[in-house]
Antibody, heavy 122, light 105 residues
């Protein structure tokens, strides 16, 4: 069974940094692309970032480009999201998600974690 | 950036059919995926590549995509279908629609 466990969410001041982690198990991690999706309180889903199964390509929403960095450590079966220059509107629950397609860039997610809350406030 | 527009809400009586639309410029040229999200839960993929259903998703859920509109159809609606539904495509990056809240009367 696929299991994705996010961690690292916290309360941080505007301009601060945070690194989210997503520990993956139950599947061959380096065969699947992975992504981050966020949801502000009471709002809809917002796509944030994606990394290919091989780690050679990364993609970002315009709203986070240049501030967030996605990465993966295959030795630890862990996905990361480094978030810098955080803004109040980055406040959201951040979900880690696994691509449905193996060894391909699908960009659709068939397994999700339960999310970690990031609050940006002074 | 690419924009996907969904009606904010749809109400449907039990046993009837709900049609949820997702509008986008020439969306028919893209692959559309649909997610269901119930309160306090993570999203669940219910339709992918316009028409395919993951295992475990009832046949009552179906999808179509043509022109500027993709549609998720829920037949014989049940109380348990009450949720938010989001469409998603891949453009130069991922994009989610604005979401539709389905209320079962």
């Amino acid at each position: 069974e696929v299991y994705l466990l996010e961690s690292g969410g916290d309360l941080v001041h505007p301009g601060g940094s945070l690194r989210l982690s997503c520990a993956a198990s139950g599947f061959t991690f380096n065969n699947y692309g992975m992504g981050w999706v966020r949801q502000a309180p009471g709002k809809g889903l917002q796509w944030v970032s994606y990394i290919t199964y091989s780690g050679d390509r990364t993609y970002y929403a315009d709203s986070v480009k240049g501030r967030f960095t996605i990465s993966r450590d295959t030795s630890k079966n862990t996905l990361f999201l480094q978030m810098n220059s955080l803004r109040v509107d980055d406040t959201a629950t951040y979900y880690c998600a696994k691509d449905r397609l193996a060894a391909r860039q699908g960009g659709l997610f068939d397994d999700w974690g339960q999310g970690t809350l990031v609050t940006v406030s002074s | 950036s690419y924009v996907l527009t969904q009606p904010p809400s749809v109400s449907v009586a039990p046993g009837k059919t709900a049609s949820l639309t997702c509008g986008g410029d020439n969306i028919g040229d893209k692959s559309v995926h649909w997610y269901q999200q119930k309160p306090g839960q993570a999203p669940v993929l219910v339709i992918y590549y316009n028409t395919d259903r993951p295992s475990g998703i009832p046949e009552r859920f179906s999808g179509s995509n043509s022109g500027n509109t993709a549609t998720l159809t829920i037949s014989r609606v049940e109380a348990g279908d009450e949720a938010d539904y989001y469409c998603q495509v891949w453009d130069t990056s991922g994009v989610f629609g604005t979401g539709t809240q389905v209320t079962v009367l």
